[in-house]
């Protein structure tokens, strides 16, 4: 079965501190990958994704995510972070055929922390 | 406005009663889903359709129904609501190709008491 995992649900980090948020997923035909972000009380905006090509994705907000098809993860990272970067991180997958339009199975989202 | 948009943000209901969820997009998009979401489990789909009268069962349809008579509109209704249905609700809407992003409405927070 096609899955998704983040394997943090909770991630405390200081302002100005590098943070990865991890990602692993479940499949075994070839899958597009996404990071959303949610703030509180909003819905859900996308920060990236990857499609093909590179395996290194930018995205807005100073995010990137690195696709590693052998690890079968898509972790995202941020070299310095700030205060309003906190909110809650979902990683979504669509999987091959793709005949589905935007249908994403989710992780179970991780709440980014950041104190000053 | 151009965009995504649903009605009510917040609502609260009794156990037993019917409530439609709202959902309206401006953007033409061929394909639109129902999304909750529930601590600890992310976002589940719920309903999905490709297309005005096209439907199609997600993860958790059970207690609700769908219906999409216009491309633009895609209701949600519980036809008889319980507490284990209280839980955020999220609309979205796409193209029909596999490699877009899913743009997602505000939520509407349900509670059923």
């Known amino acids: 079965a096609q899955s998704v995992t983040q394997l943090d649900s909770q991630v405390p980090v200081f302002e100005e501190a590098p943070v990865e948020l991890r990602c692993n997923y479940s499949s075994s035909v070839s899958v597009y990958l996404f990071w959303y972000v949610q703030y509180p009380n909003q819905g859900l905006q996308l920060l990236l994704k990857y499609l093909s090509g590179s395996t290194l994705v930018k995205g807005i907000n100073g995010f990137e995510a690195e696709f590693n098809k052998s690890q079968t993860s898509f972790h995202l990272r941020k070299p310095s972070v700030h205060i309003s970067d906190t909110a809650e991180y979902f990683c979504?997958?669509?999987?091959?055929?793709?005949?589905?339009?935007?249908?994403?199975?989710f992780g179970q989202g991780t709440e980014l922390s950041v104190k000053p | 406005d151009a965009g995504i948009t649903q009605s009510p943000r917040y609502k609260i209901t009794e156990t037993g009663r019917q409530v439609t969820l709202m959902c309206h997009q401006t953007?033409?998009?061929?394909?639109m889903f129902w999304y909750r979401q529930d601590l600890g489990h992310g976002l589940r789909l719920i309903y999905y359709s490709a297309a005005a009268d096209i439907t199609d069962k997600g993860e958790v349809p059970d207690g609700y129904v769908v219906s999409r008579s216009k491309t633009e509109n895609f209701p949600l209704t519980l036809e008889s609501a319980t507490r284990s249905q209280t839980s955020v609700y999220f609309c979205?809407?796409?193209?029909?190709?596999?490699?877009?992003?899913?743009?997602f409405g505000q939520g509407t927070r349900l509670t059923v008491v």
């Open positions: 979504a997958v669509s999987f091959a055929p793709y005949n589905q339009g935007g249908k994403l199975i």
């Open positions: 979205a809407s796409s193209t029909s190709r596999g490699n877009t992003e899913a743009f």
């Open positions: 953007w033409s998009h061929s394909y």
